[in-house]
């Protein structure tokens, strides 16, 4: 008899909290990462869970939702099991109008919102001078204002989510073979190991740096400008990400893009001018083809599954991501939607 009922190989965002779901649902859970927990891209510093923008309604973008609805009752569970803060908050998000047609889209996007967002957050058009000092320079005076949108620390997340699953008897180690079920969520590497398992690409890495500043604005939003994230987190520091480079050399090495990022983070709320450089960070993310997470079992491959491609939106997918798979990998119901599936990538 297996000493465990699911082994999850990777502990980043997506390993971590599909081990986690499983747990509760009273599954005996061992995570193996020869790495530890978080030490890829999942153990960076940014952490905006932000939505996709309220229009063009498709199944990641309500999946991702549910997600982002989820987080609130998600993270306070992984508190009060293992007494360890992943930081998460959801404080909204701020972005600039910059002309008119900027204007009319947000209008757009505000209607889109309330009749999509289920009631449960607004999209509006507001004016600089209400969103108080953390606010983006905007050549209109007026900002974008989401109430969906939360933070978290990547790094203390995963923290908290070991935490949690160690005190209700999880077991976390570096190797261990396969038992039970198996759930693949083993980040770009994984993806790369995938390529070549199906003799066809689905996925690959995408590299990114980012910057962390000491700047106390803990109750603030997270900013988003001209594709830049600036993201406050609960204990003084401020986030600055990210970067996108296709190709590379060094998956952890930070360069003059680096740099590039505090510039203009400068330029887009001069509060932050002056602040500390407390850590450059680069890390690869995991980009499935479908730019949604790759999710459902392994073809061909009884009792395994794949979870992974988190990409961007990594922890805002994940207690989501982790409800569908402890429900396919424990209970056979498989809820995966259209665009997320792994045979449908194959197909």
């Known amino acids: 008899m297996a000493s465990v009922d699911v082994t999850v190989r990777g502990a980043g965002a997506f390993g971590l909290s599909v081990a986690w779901v499983c747990a509760q649902a009273g599954a005996r859970v061992r995570v193996v990462d020869p790495f530890g927990p978080g030490a890829g891209s999942s153990g960076g ?30 993270w306070a569970g992984v508190e009060a099991a293992g007494g360890v803060s992943a930081g998460y908050g959801r404080l909204g ?43 983006p320079s905007s050549p209109t005076g007026l900002l974008v204002r989401d109430t969906l949108s939360g933070r978290m620390h990547p790094r ?52 990114g740096q980012a910057v962390l500043l000491r700047h106390e604005a803990h109750e603030a939003p997270q900013l988003f400008v001209g594709g830049l994230h600036i993201v406050p987190h609960a204990d003084g520091t401020v986030a600055i990400g990210s970067t996108s480079e296709r190709d590379f050399d ?54 395994h599954f794949i979870a992974n491609g988190g990409f961007k939106i990594g922890f805002g997918m994940a207690p989501k991501v982790a409800q569908v798979m402890a429900d396919l990998v424990l209970d056979g119901r498989d809820a995966i939607p259209d665009g997320f599936r792994v045979d449908e990538l194959l197909a």
């Open 45 to 74: 510093i940014v952490g905006a869970l932000a939505p996709h923008v309220p229009e063009n309604w498709n199944p990641k973008k309500a999946f991702q939702l549910e997600s982002l609805l989820l987080a609130d009752s998600f």
């Open 93 to 135: 998000r701020l972005q600039p109008i910059m002309d008119d047609n900027g204007l009319a889209l947000a209008k757009a996007r505000a209607i889109g919102a309330e009749q999509l967002w289920q009631g449960c957050a607004v999209w509006e058009v507001i004016e600089a001078g209400q969103a108080g000092a953390f606010a």
């Open 156 to 207: 203390r997340a995963c923290a908290a989510l070991v935490a949690a699953l160690t005190a209700i008897g999880a077991e976390i180690t570096t190797e261990a073979p396969d038992e039970g079920a198996v759930v693949w969520a083993t980040g770009w590497r994984g993806l790369l190991d995938l390529n070549e398992a199906f003799g066809r690409k689905v996925g690959d890495g995408v590299k």
């Open 250 to 303: 060094d998956p952890t090495g930070v360069d003059e893009q680096a740099d590039s990022l505090i510039e203009r983070a400068w330029q887009a709320l001069p509060a932050l001018h002056g602040a500390e450089v407390i850590q450059r960070w680069a890390g690869v993310r995991p980009r499935a083809k479908s730019r949604a997470p790759l999710l459902g079992a392994w073809p061909g491959r009884a009792g």
